[in-house]
Each structure stands twice: as structure tokens, then as C-alpha cells.
């Protein structure tokens, strides 16, 4: 066990044993038995005396429900006698009403009088079935307060809409009716049959009924809609309003929900501390699988509790609007990970490390190699040699696919410090690489920014390493029988000694001076020189002094060289 919380129970055993040990004292001084006897007969005592005072309490509740239903029942003779006496069709409806609730409260006291006076719970002894589970009833119920809430929040809303409705309907009406109206009033005057006047008088007088309603509606409608309007508040006022109402009535259960969700966020950080801190193959720069898997599930569960902790509250404190608002958005949150779970399911392969990319192994991105350095939530990728790194959430590696390596494949073609040639001629040392931008600068100070794309895509070659520089020289054809024998191992030896007298001498691995083959107009001899890395800034300079020594040698030993080869041609190859 580590050793603070090895102390920290040694404390609390040692306080606990001298608090007890004198109360241990005490109780051998005593007598035993008589206080065994005492003990009991009070424990007995003060049974009877709480089965009394439940069995009173229990006859005065039921006395109270016979003096209910004995007022319940004279009550419903009442009614009876009323609603036989009553004529209107009314008061007739409002006593029935009245009557059925009279009748339901006699049922619910008659229910609760067997209930209380059997003293346990009677109902399965009742013959009847149970119910059969609905799950869009149940699932209704539950999120009834929620949508009670909605409904009373756009009450005002949706009042102004039905009566502006009701307004257009009655509008669009009395028009038609208006038309109607007149015209049958016009047959009427213009009639002289009449057993045909009798028929437009009725429907006349029907119509004209229906006009007086339809005003009285419409101008009711208007009536309302006026009042509401003058009444309304501004929408930002309104929802103000409402919010600051809903959080009056709330603010304490929904601050007691956060509270619940910061303390099991606080203990999750604790309980990860202590595994982080007592597991050393917790923190392991590679773990193993069972740590993967047991980190998983404590994130797992720590999400779990802090969903389910304000629902908790919420239940607890019997606020239902709060309740159902949270099943809403668990429902939403199901649905969502519904959509989703195959893909988070690849992305917990992915974590616990037996996915399509594991550490230790090589994937490619972005245009570059990558080594997967760590997999986590969010994963570290590094490029060994160009020094980069990368951090990505691990969603990202879902569809890719890592492999082994071997230590001899290549990641990047430079690093910093570097002097390379590209393709396009360009020569420079490398002063800066990133994900997106390569930087070279030339000898005299001048930079070229390449993208990293575009700097790959001219095959930089790097001198770093070593190099070699091949240098060719036309001499004339009347040195034909020479050219093969003699001139080689002569131009070897001067550019040989050349080196040796210069600065270069040390870093120069290789000279080599063959024939090359017969041009145009020239016997063409080639000097082949191999450098260390040390002098790639020096690439061009060597080239120019190996161009000056071979003429110099020309000159040494009469070397004629053609008039149209006056010029040495040097040219850059990237491999012998």
C-alpha cells in the first residue's frame, strides 16, 4: 500500500483504540446479566408502547373514513334528488358531473379503509389482470410535464394564432353570407307566391341568425386579440420573463445539479490520480492492454454518473419538468450515438490498442511518414527525422492503416542543417521545416520557401552525408595514344596533390580520373571526387577548383584542348 495512506490508517486505529479502550474498562466493572436484563425489559416496553400508539392511530384514521363515507353517501342522495328535480340541459350536465366525482371519491375511501384495515397490501388478491406494458404510454407519461411546460410557455402564442385564424375565418365568410342575404331578400320582395315566401322568410330569418352570430364571434375574436396585444410584451421581455420565472421556481435544483455533476467530475479526477499514481503501468509510455481498458471505463462510468446525477436530483426532489426535460435530452443523446456508435465503436479498438493503427508502427498522412508515438484520446505522431510532431483526436485514425517498419526506411529526405539540391538547381541549406513549409538559404543569404508538397515533388538530393563531383575534360585528338595510358594517372596525381596542398585534403574520400569516351571533337576524361558531408556548402566552389586544376595540368604538361571544347562541362549526377 503506499505509504501516506498506510499512516493514515495506522492514525485512525490508534484514535479509535483510545476511545475504546475505556469504555472497555467500564463495561468489565459492571455487572453483566442485570444490565442484559435491564436493557431487555425496556426494548420490550417500548415496543408495546409503539404498537399502541400505532393501533390508536391506526382506528382514528379509520374512524375518520367511515364519518368520509357516510358524508360522501349523503352527498350523492342529494345530488340525485337535485338532478331529477333540475330541467335544463345545463345544470343537468354540471350535477352528473358533480355526481361521477362524488362517486369516484366514495370508491378511493371505500379502497382506502380495506387497505389501512387489513394492514398489508390486499390487491393481489384481486383476480384481475395486470396491464399490459405500453412502452409509448409509459415513455408519454414521462415526458407529459415537459411538453405541459411547453405548452403553458407558448399559450399566449398560440392563442393570438387561433384567434387571428378564427378572425380570417369569419372574414372571409360574412361576405358570401352578406351576398346571400341580399339576394334572397330581393326573390322575397319580388315574389308573389305565397307559399314560396313562407320558405324565404325562414331562411331569411335562419341566415340573418347566422349573420348575428358570426358578428358577435368576429367582434369578440377582435375583442380578445386587442386585449392580448396590448398586453404583450416584446419577445426578449417575454422570454426574460419566463426565464427568470423558470429559474426562480428551479434555480436551486438546478444548482444542486451541477454541484452534483462538479463533485463526481472532482472524484473522477482523484480516483485517476490515485491509479495514475499507484499503477506504474499506468503511466507507461506504452501500456498494456488491461491499463487501456481500465482507464476506458473509468471514463466510460464517469460519463454515466454525471448524466445520470442531475436526473438523480431531479427525481429526488419530485421536480417532473426537470425530470422529462432530461429524458428529452437523453432520448436525443441516444439517438445521436445510435447514428454514431459504429464508428465510436472502431474508435475503442483504436484506444485500447488492438485497432487497424497501433503504437510502435508506421502510417502514412498528410504527404508524410509518421511513427504513432502514443494512443490516446488524442494521439502524438512524430517524424523522426525532420523532427515533427503531430496531435491529433483519434477519431481522425479510424480509416487509416499502420504497419511494422524496419530501422532502415527512409522518413524524410533532410533535416535541419542540411544543404541540398533540388531538381530545379536550387542549392541551399535547410533552416526550417514544418508541416506545411520547407525553408532553404543560399550561400549570400538569399531563402526560398518551398511548401512541403512541392519541395518533396523536386527530389531534394542532400549532400550531408557525402557527395561526389564528376568533372569532365576534352583533350585533343593528337593525344589519342595517351589519352588512356598516361594522361589519366598524370591529371590523377596533380588534382591529387592539389587537394592535399588545399583545405580539402582531409575531407576528400575518393579520386578517381578515367577516360570517359570519345566526342565529337574531344577525347573526353572524367574526374571523379568523393567529400564528406562537412563541405555540401562548398558543392560549387569544389567543382570550379577541380575545373581550375585540370587546366592547370593542361598547361603543365601541353595538353592541347580543341578550340570548340574550351570550356569544361560539369554536370551533377546523383549516382555514378
Known amino acids: ?95 352528473k358531473q358533480h355526481l361521477l366525482e362524488l362517486q369516484s371519491e366514495l370508491r378511493s375511501t371505500k379502497k382506502n379503509f380495506r387497505d389501512i384495515a387489513a394492514g398489508v397490501d390486499i390487491s393481489i388478491l384481486k383476480n384481475t389482470e395486470e396491464p399490459v406494458f405500453d412502452f409509448e404510454e409509459e415513455l408519454s407519461s414521462l415526458l407529459k410535464p415537459a411538453f405541459d411546460e411547453m405548452k403553458e410557455m407558448t399559450s399566449q402564442v398560440r392563442k393570438k394564432s387561433e384567434l387571428k385564424e378564427k378572425i380570417i375565418f369569419y372574414e372571409e365568410r360574412l361576405p358570401v353570407l352578406e351576398k346571400a342575404l341580399s339576394h334572397i331578400k330581393k326573390l322575397n320582395t319580388n315574389n308573389k307566391n305565397e307559399s ?115 436526473m438523480v436530483v431531479f427525481y429526488m426532489v419530485e421536480d417532473w419538468v426537470l425530470f422529462s426535460l432530461g429524458i428529452l435530452l437523453l432520448l436525443g443523446l441516444s439517438w445521436t450515438l445510435k447514428q454514431a456508435l459504429p464508428h465510436y465503436w472502431k474508435q475503442v479498438y483504436l484506444f485500447l490498442n488492438i485497432g487497424s493503427v497501433r503504437e510502435n508502427e508506421r502510417i502514412f498522412m498528410q504527404g508524410l511518414p509518421w511513427k504513432v508515438q502514443r494512443i490516446n484520446f488524442f494521439t502524438k505522431l512524430i517524424n523522426p527525422v525532420a523532427d515533427l510532431s503531430l496531435r491529433i483526436p483519434l477519431n481522425e485514425l479510424v480509416d487509416l492503416t499502420s504497419r511494422p517498419f524496419e530501422h532502415s526506411e527512409p522518413w524524410f529526405p533532410c533535416q535541419k542543417g542540411d544543404w541540398v539540391i533540388l531538381n530545379n538547381g536550387v542549392r541551399g541549406k535547410v533552416t526550417g521545416i514544418s508541416l506545411e513549409l520547407i525553408e532553404l538559404i543560399e550561400r549570400g543569404g538569399a531563402k526560398h520557401t518551398y511548401q512541403t508538397s512541392d519541395f518533396l515533388a523536386n527530389a531534394p538530393r542532400n549532400l550531408a552525408t557525402n557527395f561526389r563531383i564528376k568533372e569532365t575534360l576534352g583533350i585533343s585528338y593528337s593525344l589519342q595514344q595517351e589519352c588512356t595510358t598516361s594522361i589519366p594517372d598524370l591529371l590523377h596525381q596533380f588534382i591529387k596533390q592539389k587537394f592535399e596542398q588545399s583545405e580539402y585534403g582531409n575531407k576528400l574520400l575518393n579520386l578517381r580520373v578515367e577516360f570517359e569516351l570519345a566526342n565529337n571533337s574531344s577525347l573526353d576524361i572524367v574526374i571523379i571526387a568523393d567529400f564528406k558531408g562537412e563541405l555540401g556548402d562548398l558543392y560549387n566552389r569544389l567543382r570550379r577548383a577541380i575545373q581550375r586544376w585540370s587546366v592547370e595540368a593542361c598547361t603543365e604538361y601541353d595538353w592541347e584542348i580543341p578550340f570548340p571544347q574550351m570550356t569544361l562541362h560539369g554536370e551533377v549526377h546523383h549516382s555514378e
Request: charged share 20%.
Open 1 to 95: 500500500m503506499y505509504q501516506p495512506y498506510k499512516n493514515f490508517f495506522h492514525l485512525i486505529g490508534l484514535i479509535a483504540c483510545c476511545l475504546l479502550f475505556p469504555l472497555s474498562v467500564l463495561a468489565q466493572t459492571l455487572p453483566s446479566e442485570p444490565a442484559e436484563v435491564e436493557l431487555t425489559q425496556s426494548s420490550e416496553m417500548n415496543t408495546v408502547n409503539s404498537d399502541d400508539e400505532a393501533l390508536d392511530k391506526t382506528l382514528k384514521t379509520l374512524n375518520s373514513f367511515i364519518i368520509l363515507r357516510k358524508k360522501l353517501q349523503k352527498d350523492i342522495e342529494i345530488v340525485r334528488k337535485q338532478l331529477k328535480s333540475e330541467q335544463t340541459e345545463i345544470e343537468k350536465e354540471a350535477l
Open 196 to 310: 314560396l315566401r313562407k320558405v324565404f322568410d325562414a331562411a331569411i330569418l335562419t341566415w340573418e341568425q347566422k349573420q348575428s352570430f358570426m358578428l358577435s364571434e368576429l367582434q369578440a375574436s377582435n375583442l380578445q386579440l386587442n386585449k392580448l396585444l396590448a398586453a404583450e410584451t416584446s419577445v426578449m421581455e417575454s422570454s426574460q420573463s419566463y426565464l427568470k420565472s423558470f429559474f426562480q421556481k428551479r434555480g436551486l435544483y438546478l444548482s444542486e445539479a451541477i454541484l452534483v455533476v462538479f463533485s463526481i467530475f472532482l472524484l473522477s479526477k482523484f480516483f485517476y490520480n490515485i491509479m495514475y499514481r499507484l499503477m506504474p503501468g499506468f503511466k507507461a509510455e506504452h501500456r498494456s492492454f488491461r491499463f487501456r481498458l481500465l482507464e476506458l471505463l473509468h471514463r466510460l462510468f464517469t460519463i454515466l454518473f454525471m448524466i445520470m446525477g442531475p
